[in-house]
């Protein structure tokens, strides 16, 4: 079974400084997809970014950008220019397929912190 | 365009009473998940459906916990009977088969 694993359970940045979040997970797979979810105090989830593992070049939004690294099965999230609205808690998740199912197995989160 | 709607947005219950849960996915859509989340197990898979057929119920915790989707725009995850440890926060969330998940705003369900 898949494992996703986020070592950080709370992180803090300064307004406009750049910080990253790491995410480590298991498979035996050789093509899924891996996702970083946001969860403001809202708790609405929202898709901040997602890396398809067949791609080698890291996947990009904005200020949000990955270092995804196959082999070492490393995703990790970098925040550039951090804003008061990027506090949440950050979520990894790898998309499994198995046995005709589809699900996301997330991380226990990263609570990120920003101060002004 | 509308996200996934889930109603009601807090429920609070005593002990052995019924739980409807209810969820309205994206339109065209054709997966839906149930999610549930708590500060013990974090976000866990309860219910996989697609084109209104459950495909993986393997996460529903016990037999008190059923799921329905009688129609492409309509899901109900039912509790019968609550009881305090299905205290949780309960995401819906669609997709396209194999294409990204869009969630709900959450049920927040405490049962006294």
């Known amino acids: 079974a898949q494992t996703v694993t986020q070592s950080q359970p709370e992180m803090s940045v300064q307004e406009a400084e750049t910080v990253t979040l790491s995410c480590t997970y298991d498979t035996s797979e050789s093509d899924y997809y891996l996702f970083w979810y946001k969860q403001p105090p809202s708790r609405q989830m929202i898709l901040v970014i997602r890396?398809?593992?067949?791609?080698?070049q890291n996947a990009t939004e904005n200020r949000f950008s990955v270092n995804f690294q196959k082999a070492a099965k490393s995703f990790s999230l970098k925040i550039s220019d951090s804003q008061l609205g990027d506090a949440a808690m950050y979520f990894c998740a790898y998309r499994s397929y198995q046995g005709g199912s589809e699900k996301l197995v997330f991380g226990k989160g990263t609570k990120l912190t920003v101060n002004p | 365009d509308a996200g996934v709607i889930q109603s009601p947005r807090h429920e609070v219950t005593e002990m052995g009473q019924e739980v409807t849960l209810r969820c309205k996915p994206i339109s065209g859509h054709n997966s839906l998940f149930w999610y549930r989340q708590t500060m013990m197990r974090g976000l866990e898979l309860l219910i996989y459906?697609?084109?209104?057929?459950?495909?993986?119920d393997s996460g529903m915790p016990e037999d008190r916990f059923s799921a329905k989707m009688p129609n492409a725009s309509f899901s109900t995850l039912k509790i019968q009977p609550s009881e305090p440890r299905d205290s949780a926060v309960y995401f819906c969330?669609?997709?396209?088969?194999?294409?990204?998940?869009?969630f709900g705003p959450g049920t927040r369900l405490t049962v006294l």
């Open positions: 890396q398809e593992a067949y791609k080698q």
């Open positions: 969330a669609s997709s396209l088969f194999k294409m990204d998940q869009f």
């Open positions: 459906f697609n084109n209104n057929v459950p495909i993986d």
